[in-house]
């Protein structure tokens, strides 16, 4: 059974994980948004958003959290991530991860939180 410092340190890492989590999403959306600007403001926006992103990583990594994006990878089965779209393809297709919808969370003792992703055939 826990005592009330675990559960109190659980219930932070739980909160900070959460942050971190919705932090990602926003930095995705801010990217896109970057994106459709002219060269020179997405340059200035692009550069602030990437001073954002490594106070986070900072912050985290002190704590012992990580982020881990695998965007672009072969998918597997026993990859820390749930497939929203697993059921549009057949056994035998070779997949890659599309798109991560939300990223995979690490800690000291291994995975803190499973991250979501989508995938696309690989076509050979």
Known sequence: ???EKERLD???EQSLTNLVVESWRFMGLFLSVVDKLDAGEADRYASRLRFFQKKIEENINMVGLKIVDVEGQPYDAGMAASPLNIDEFSPD?????DH???PIIMGPEGLRRQGTVMLRRVHL
Request: net charge negative.
């Open 93 to 97: 297709d070779a997949l890659l991860v």
């Open 10 to 12: 659980e219930q932070l």
């Open 100 to 102: 991560m919808v939300e």
């Open 1 to 3: 059974m826990m005592n």
